[in-house]
Structures are given as C-alpha cells and as structure tokens.
C-alpha cells in the first residue's frame, strides 16, 4: 500500500492577525503540472504495465534467482515504488492543500485504489523472500556488494516472517486497505469540516486550537470550551472512527501472531520493546521532576490558585505578544543551520525560493505541518499554518530539518532512504534546538532569557511528556478494545486516565476535556507512531550534549548520520557518538537537559 503523508497537529502554533510577509506556497509542477497532465497518464500506464510484466517474470522464480538476478528484481521494485509514490505524493499534496474539495478527494482516492489495484500482484515478492533460506540469501549477498547494500530491506522484510499469512490472504488484505484508508478519510474530512463561534467568528479547528496560546485569559477558556462542545457533538463519529481501526488492528494482530498491539509499530522502527519501555518507563519517573515541577512554577508566573487545562500553553505574563514576520522567520532558521554548518544552510534554502514550503492558514486547508520526502528524485515539500509567533519558527526549524534529513537521505535510494520513525525526529528536533541556542544566545535581557527557556521547557514536555502520555493513551484503548466495543465514555476514561499523572498536581480538568483525544490525527492514521516524537527529543538532548562538549568532526559524524537514512540500525548510528539507546542512562542524559532549564527557571525565582 503506498499511504499519504499524514498532518501533524501542532498544538503550539499560534493565533494572530498582524502582517506577516509574503507567505510561500507549494509549486508542486516537480512532480505534476495538473491531474490531467500528460506526464501522470504515461506514468499511470507505465506502472500497470510494470508491475504486471514484474508479477510475470518474478512470480514463484524468485529462489532460482542468482546474485544479478535478485539485484535486477530489487531495483524494478525500486522504480515501481518511487512512480507509485509519486503519484501518491502528488495526489495527497494536492489534497492537504483544500481538503474541503470534493474534486481532490475523489482523486486522490481514484489515485489510491489503481495504485491498489496495479500492485496486488505485487504481494507474491515479500512472501517468497521470507520463503528464501537464511544461507541462500547470504550467499547471494556475499558475492554481490551491490546487492549486499540492500541487507537492512532483507532484514525488516524478514523480520515480518514469523507473522507472514499466506500468500491468498496477504493479497487479499493488500486489496483491503482502502477499506481502512476510507476511515482515515472520515476522520480527515469530519475534522476539517468542525467549525467553531469563537466571538462571533465562525473558525476552523488550527484557528481555534490557536487560541489555546491567547495571551487573553477569558479567550483561551472561550476556545477551550468551544473545542469541548464540538468535540461532544461529534464524539460518535470519533469513537466509532477508533473503534473501527483498533478492531481491524486487532484482528490483523491476531492473524499475525504479534504479542501486542505494538509490536507491528517496534517492527518496522527496526527498535527494540524493551528500548521503547525504557525510555517509557524513564520519562513517567521524570513526570514529578519535569512537567510537575514546570506547571507549579507557571501556576506562580501566572498568579493562579489552580491551573486549569487552558492555562496549559498559555503565554507569561511576560512574554512579549510580537508577531514575527516571514522574513525574520526564515533568516533566524537559516542564520542557526548555517553557523552549524553552511552545508547545511545550502541545503536548506532551496525550500525557502523554489515553491518547497507551504506556509499560510487558509480554509479547507489541513492543519498542522508537516515534511513529506516525496520521492528520491524530486524533493521534500514543507507544510505550515504560520501565523507569527516565536513557536512558529520553531515549527519552521523542526520541520526544514525534517526536509534536510530527507533530501541528504535521498541517495541511498528510494528503498534505503526512508528513516525509521524512531530516528525520523533527529534532524528536526536538532534543528529546533540549533535555532532555539540561537535565538537564547541573542537574548538581551533575563526576562528575554527566562521566556525562551520556558517556551523552550514547554516545547519538550509537549514532546516528551504529553507524546509519552498519548502512548500510553493508545496502549490502554487497543488493549481495552481486544474486550470488546468501547463507548464514547470509556474511551474518555481512558484519556483522562493519564491526563493528570502526566500534567500533574498544578491542573484542574474541565467538563469536556475528556474528549480532547477526539482531533489527535496519529491515533488514527499511525497508531503508536507518538513515542517516536520522545524517542527523537531525548536522543537529540543527549546528541546535543555531545556537540555542546566541542566533540571533534562532530558536524561530519552527523551528516553520516543524516545521509545514512534507513540503511543502518539506531546503535550503528548512535555509535560514532559514544551514545546508546539501549543504556537506561542515555535517556536520563536526555531528560537531564530539560531539567537543567527548568533548575534555571528555579534559579531565577530567588
């Protein structure tokens, strides 16, 4: 199945009316001019015509293969995934752009189910490779380097052996998955369609999660409650919408054979359970000493007896509400990637003249950002809702990072160049953080200084703290539904289930903030994808800290590292750090960081 890239909510961007430039918008005619554009037909045609042909000569011949052979096969697939990703990548843009239009709905479904269609026969090649003996496979490789370069696809493709159905029914659940894909459409579509009264304005959803960060305390309650009211309207919808992927996840689990409902997602992370309960069970320890002991000092700033979960993102008191234009913007972000290294800044300003970011609010359009690769020999294209504040460079670093690593990842080819979602958030969360020491280095005064910090702690804790809570979210609903059917009700249990663990003793919880799982996209386009978001922050704090301590060829290390994509495993990555996910210590020396700001903020105080 080739799926669309998938929005990211950001819940810290940000609401404001004051001018912000030109803001930049896609040109997407480096893929396609248009969904009648010649170029789409030919490339339609070619693949239905090659993966037939790719059926005909591979089907059942794959283990009389020798080395030339099999090297031949991989790089046909290779071009049929990179046409077919095309196309899809063009189709899901498009649709992202106006999600609200009928007209590209319907063909980026069209596009999804002759894709569908054109690669069923596909199915027979992951199967006969998991049927190839160990030896026959290693020796082909031992005697064909080029072949060889493609051990990290034969080993994730491998690992699903164990939990490989047969033949029939692994094409038959290729063919089911636009059923699934239509869920994902509902869920897309109902929550672009909400529409919210804040003041007498009609919104959209990214209008009004924006004024969760009003520095107004009786508009962010406004929104808070508005969001609630909606969100009750339609938890039906939503429930049934989870209910519905957690059931088909259940089912396809149990036919698999996998232990847990996370199994499949640590599979294809190519991580380790136990990495993942590690760095799980190291940053609920760390709730008392990070997001507690945080939202009791901003209870303070703010003069509040209780915070309330409004006040949750809410501005200092002392923050300065200016809105920062495009300009600024995107010299901040290239000034900090440049002074790291100017590779990097060459890389990066592509996306800035050439039609690769998108960036303003505009109805229909989905919210949140994004950075999508696209395929190896097009480019990535950066998705935004900018609307101005400091938060919003930051989205703008963390998502250009997201682009650097894609088009240094490129290389390796379209098979080897995607990261697995646990290394997916180096670059990004590295760029945030390069920007971020940028931006607090140029502070002029402690109150300058203490806003950065905060904001920066806030960022973390909604990265590390909240995505660790949303995991554990997702854990308790699958594992719930393997019981049976959940009401509205229970999954609102759930959620607030571990709400006030996460957020801690500082926070009271309104009526209504029970369906606040309802908008959060991952849990239905990507289920368990959220801990890769701490997985990437804590693996960055610790990279960061290497770098900080003026490690020699540091830079060159981690462009290796970058480019690398999916061609080798997190240790073999980590290693020319010094650094190890598997160690307990290596996420403390993560969490540390955010600590030590948050000790700093204390400091502050006396």
């Not at 290729?174 to 929550?191: S, Y």
């Not at 069970?281 to 997001?291: C, D, E």
């Not at 995991?471 to 019981?483: I, M, T």
């Not at 759930?494 to 309802?518: I, K, N, R």
Request: aromatic share 10%; proline share 5%; charged share 25%.
């Amino acid at each position: 199945m080739f799926h669309l890239p998938f929005p990211v909510f950001d819940a810290n961007a940000s609401h404001g009316d004051q001018p912000l430039g030109n803001l930049p918008e896609w040109n997407l005619d480096d893929l396609y001019t248009g969904e009648d554009a010649a170029e789409l037909k030919r490339d339609l045609d070619w693949l239905e015509a090659a993966c037939a042909s790719f059926a005909s000569d591979y089907e059942n011949n794959l283990a009389t293969l020798d080395a030339a052979g099999l090297l031949d096969c991989i790089q046909r697939q290779e071009r049929i995934n990179q046409i077919a990703g095309r196309i899809m990548s063009y189709a899901g843009l498009r649709y992202y752009q106006l999600t609200t239009d009928a007209g590209r709905a319907k063909f980026m479904s069209d596009m999804q189910e002759k894709i569908t269609n054109y690669t069923t026969p596909l199915v027979f090649f992951t199967l006969e490779l998991n049927r190839l003996e160990d030896d026959h496979l290693g020796n082909l490789m031992e005697h064909n380097a080029d072949l060889a370069r493609y051990k990290p696809i034969f080993d994730k493709i491998r690992a699903m052996k164990p939990h490989q159905l047969s033949d029939e029914m692994e094409k038959f659940l290729h063919d089911l998955g636009v059923v699934g894909d239509a869920w994902e459409r509902l869920f897309d579509e109902t929550i672009a369609g909400l529409t919210f009264q804040i003041d007498g304005e009609t919104m959209g959803i990214e209008g009004t999660l924006n004024f969760l960060t009003d520095p107004d305390r009786t508009k962010r309650e406004a929104a808070a409650r508005e969001l609630a009211k909606v969100f009750g309207e339609n938890i039906k919808t939503f429930a049934r919408v989870h209910n519905t992927q957690a059931k088909e996840k259940e089912i396809l689990d149990r036919w698999r054979g996998m232990p847990t409902a996370q199994s499949g997602r640590h599979l294809s992370n190519q991580v380790e359970p136990e990495v993942v309960e590690a760095l799980r069970n190291a940053v609920v320890a760390a709730y008392p000493k990070l997001s507690h002991r945080y939202y009791e000092l901003k209870r303070k700033w703010l003069g509040l007896d209780r915070m309330q979960v409004w006040d949750r993102n809410a501005p200092l008191p002392m923050e300065d509400p200016r809105i920062v234009n495009w300009t600024e913007a995107e010299k901040t972000v290239m000034d900090a990637y440049t002074a790291f290294d100017p590779r990097m800044g060459d890389l990066a300003k592509p996306f800035f003249n050439k039609g690769w970011i998108d960036a303003g609010v505009k109805p229909g359009k989905a919210p949140g950002a994004f950075a999508h690769p696209t395929v190896t020999d097009v480019h990535p294209y950066v998705m935004l809702n900018y609307l101005g504040k400091p938060r919003d460079v930051m989205t703008l670093a963390h998502e250009l990072g997201h682009g650097v690593h894609q088009v240094l990842a490129a290389d390796q080819g379209e098979m080897l160049s995607s990261t697995p979602l646990t290394l997916a958030e180096t670059a990004s969360v590295f760029g945030e953080m390069l920007t971020f020491r940028k931006m607090l280095d140029g502070a002029e005064t402690t109150a300058q200084r203490k806003v950065m910090l905060a904001g920066k702690v806030e960022d973390m804790i909604n990265t590390v703290v909240r995505q660790i809570a949303f995991y554990d979210f997702e854990c308790k609903l699958h594992e719930a539904r393997r019981g049976g059917e959940l009401t509205p009700e229970d999954i609102n249990a759930l959620w607030m289930s571990v709400q006030a663990e996460s957020l801690g003793p500082a926070f009271d919880f309104m009526d209504g903030y029970e369906t606040f799982w309802a908008y959060i996209p991952h849990f239905v386009h990507s289920p368990f994808y959220v801990y890769a978001y701490a997985f990437g922050d804590g693996l960055v704090n610790a990279l960061y800290s290497v770098y900080a301590e003026g490690t020699d060829g540091f830079e060159e290390k981690y462009f290796d590292m970058l480019k690398a994509g999916g061609s080798k495993h997190h240790k073999e990555l980590l290693a020319p750090f010094g650094l190890d996910a598997s160690d307990p210590e290596f996420w403390d020396k993560g969490l540390s960081m955010i600590s030590g700001f948050i000790d700093e903020l204390e400091a502050m105080e006396d």
